[in-house]
């Protein structure tokens, strides 16, 4: 069964620091480009629309960031532990978000998704 | 980038009718890579369609994508109780890739 499993999400002040890992098994990771794909909390129990995050290619030698995250997130791989990770610095308060894996160009398997938030 | 706009913003229909979403991109999308999703209630958003026509392993026929250019549309042909929930369109042909707002799928 195709899996991927993000951890790392948590609670986090402004201006820090957090690292998401997304485990892929099931397929084989190394043939495949990633991505991070965000979605905002909205009111009540609602949530605000997908925000696309983060690009890297199946070897991981092309990358590219949105605009709003372009300096502060760093993408990477490991293809030899079936591994994908986001490095977040400078965490603002509008980096809160559910944070999705998601694999293929387009997005033929997403993971459950982890909830960072930014708050003092 | 290319702005994607989805309308309606929500549509009230009853199960068995037929619902009809658009997306309208802001500059021609690239190779018609445009893709739909469905997104339910505390769930991962899941892939209906992608390079605008071409169903999703798994996906009810039922669902069908059309379009190109700047102008996509999704079409349930007969609403199943399970389809009620929010959709969205993305285009991946062009970098920085983007997603439309959604059209939230409702119960009349």
């Known amino acids: 069964e195709v899996q991927l499993v993000e951890s790392g999400g948590g609670l986090v002040q402004p201006g820090g620091s957090l690292r998401l890992s997304c485990a892929a098994s099931?397929?084989?990771?190394?043939?495949?480009?990633m991505h991070w794909v965000r979605q905002a909390p909205g009111k009540g129990l609602e949530w605000k629309g997908l925000?696309?995050?983060?690009?890297?290619?199946?070897?991981?030698?092309?990358?590219y960031y949105a605009d709003s995250v372009k300096g502060r997130f760093t993408i990477s791989r490991d293809n030899a532990k079936n591994s994908l990770y986001l490095q977040m610095n400078s965490l603002r308060a509008e980096d809160t978000a559910v944070y999705y894996c998601?694999?293929?160009?387009?997005?033929?398997?997403w993971g459950q998704g982890s909830l960072v938030t930014v708050s003092s | 980038e290319i702005v994607l706009t989805q309308s309606p913003g929500t549509l009230s229909l009853s199960p068995g009718e037929r619902a009809t979403l658009s997306c309208r991109a802001s500059?021609?999308?690239?190779?018609?890579?445009l893709a739909w999703y469905q997104q339910k209630p505390g769930q991962a958003p899941r892939l209906l369609i992608y390079v605008a026509s071409t169903r999703a392993p798994g996906i009810p026929d039922r669902f069908s994508g059309s379009g190109s250019g700047t102008d996509f549309t999704l079409t349930i042909s007969r609403l199943e109780p399970e389809d009620f929930a929010v959709y969205y369109c993305q285009q991946y042909g062009n970098s920085p890739r983007s997603f439309g707002q959604g059209t939230k799928l409702e119960i009349k």
């Open positions: 998601v694999r293929g160009q387009a997005g033929s398997k």
């Open positions: 500059q021609s999308v690239s190779s018609s890579y």
């Open positions: 925000e696309w995050v983060s690009y890297i290619s199946s070897s991981g030698s092309t990358i």
């Open positions: 099931g397929f084989t990771f190394s043939n495949y480009e």
